[in-house]
């Protein structure tokens, strides 16, 4: 059993399978990086960046842009790397299968769903909190509270308690509304995107712009608020503990490597689009983080709508904050399309080598969508989205993401020993230092979230439901063990025809 855990698909093979693929290769390196900055800039720069500067690092959150930023900046030139050379759907999940084997490719397929299905569901709270905020601003109040937020709450101390709400309705809505135009196809998709793109990047630049001209500079000390003895509460334990939460804020750009089998040149125009949305998106987390933390003291920026609370607090800027929340809307919409975009082509890759399912690589004939793949994530999407809460939600996608990350910067260095000689389109420099560094910096983000009590204990009951689902379908119907041609890991797989 273990040897069949081990084995690796050739990087041939999953060549070929690009090749021969259903999926309609539409995509460029503009699309592509705007699939990659529609799923970064959302939730990060509208949400958590004053929630994280107000209870953990202060104006240091700046700082936490920079650790989180660094840790994505490796992760992506390995994610570069790996699309270049493995240019299929599936992300870290078909790297995974290429270099660590079938038993940890399953692993971080898993964790891709979870990843990608509960971003989206968590976004689509984010997205309904601030379509709320907009109602109010018209005084418009048709909507119910008991339909604009989850039934139950989690807190540390408190555990699950019921909050005496239905489910949230806006969240279920614009999930079902993104499941429809993800249906109709990806250029489609990839067109609204772009739109919706252009007008939270507009946003955004408009907030640094005017706002910089309100910063009070005492506002910015001191800029690493004394830690209060507690444990990720300001100091440098602080900036660590908002550098984990706010990762969130990054995911997004791996989303575009599951488009790497519907882009036109996939070698050339995948590493672009990860890396040039990873470098505008850190750009302007770091800007917008800094303008905003001195328009305001941080303690003030303990906000959903941290944005809207720094514009609000200087009466020449109140008539931003109506195009802010036009602006948070869109750019929620945006990550929500990207991330369940992401999700169907997880399902769709995971389906082709056989471990789940046929269905979930049914394309339709006209759309070349794979339409099951696309509704069922709407589904879970929309169910999570109107049933859990936003911390729960948040917490579980970031601890999936950065398991990906470790994996993927682990195995372009594995790739390196065990496959020297193959093509490298796109070939990461210093690759050691990479790889470690990516390593290192997405764990020490992966360990300050398992320090918080019960992220760590989901995740373990996460990863007993998969290995149960592979185990009673996969490990049986694996297309590489009913006809495929596995190989071991080791030098004896170097020898690759060029």
């Known amino acids: 059993m273990l040897k069949n855990l081990l084995a690796v698909k050739s990087i041939q093979d999953l060549a070929s399978e690009s090749d021969k693929g259903e999926l309609r290769r539409s995509l460029g390196p503009v699309a592509l990086t705007a699939i990659g900055i529609g799923g970064i800039i959302g939730t990060g720069i509208f949400v958590l960046t004053g929630l994280a500067a107000a209870q953990h690092a202060g104006p240091a959150i700046v700082l936490s842009f920079v650790i989180a930023g660094i840790g994505c900046i490796f992760a992506g030139l390995c994610y570069a790397e790996f699309a270049s050379m493995i240019p299929v759907s599936g992300s870290a999940y078909a790297y995974s299968y290429a270099t660590l084997g079938e038993g940890v490719a399953w692993f971080i397929g898993w964790n891709l769903i979870l990843e990608y299905l509960f971003a989206a569901s968590t976004v689509s709270v984010g997205w309904s909190r601030y379509l709320v905020k907009l109602l109010e601003e018209f005084d418009i109040n048709f909507i119910p509270a008991a339909l604009t937020s989850a039934p139950v709450e989690y807190t540390v101390e408190k555990g699950f308690y019921a909050t005496g709400a239905m489910f949230n309705l806006p969240a279920v809505l614009i999930v079902t509304v993104v499941t429809v135009i993800l249906t109709l196809g990806i250029r489609q998709s990839s067109l609204t995107n772009a739109i919706v793109v252009a007008i939270k990047v507009a946003i955004v630049v408009l907030v640094i712009g005017f706002g910089a001209f309100y910063i009070t500079a005492d506002n910015w000390h001191p800029f690493i608020p004394e830690n209060t003895g507690v444990w990720g509460q300001y100091g440098w334990s602080g900036i660590l503990r908002a550098s984990g939460i706010i990762f969130f804020a990054y995911i997004g750009f791996d989303a575009v490597s599951t488009a790497a089998q519907e882009a036109k040149n996939p070698q050339r125009d995948v590493p672009t689009g990860i890396l040039a949305s990873l470098v505008v998106c850190t750009i302007l987390y770091i800007l917008m983080s800094g303008v905003l933390t001195g328009m305001l003291a941080y303690p003030q920026l303990n906000d959903a709508a941290p944005v809207a609370a720094a514009l609000q607090a200087h009466s020449e800027l109140r008539w ?33 080598d056989g471990l789940l399912p046929p269905r979930f690589r049914a394309c339709h004939p006209q759309w070349q969508t794979p339409v099951f793949s696309t509704v069922l994530t709407g589904i879970g999407a929309g169910l999570m989205g109107g049933l859990l809460p936003l911390n729960v939600l948040g917490e579980l996608v970031s601890s999936g993401t950065l398991l990906a990350f470790v994996t993927v910067c682990i195995g372009i260095m594995v790739l390196r020993v065990t496959k020297p000689d193959s093509p490298r389109p796109f070939r990461v420099k210093w690759v050691w230092f990479v790889g470690i560094g990516g390593t290192l910096f997405c764990g020490v983000m992966l360990a300050s979230l398992f320090a918080t009590g019960g992220t760590w204990y989901r995740i373990v009951l996460w990863t007993i439901l998969g290995f149960l689902v592979y185990f009673g379908y996969g490990y049986k119907h694996s297309a590489l063990r009913n006809g495929g041609s596995s190989r071991p890991i080791g030098p004896a797989s170097t020898q690759l025809s060029k």
């Open 320 to 352: 931003l904050t109506t195009p802010v929340i036009f602006g948070a809307l869109a750019g929620l919409t945006s990550v929500i399309l990207v991330m369940m975009l992401a999700q169907s082509r997880i399902f769709y890759s995971m389906s082709r």
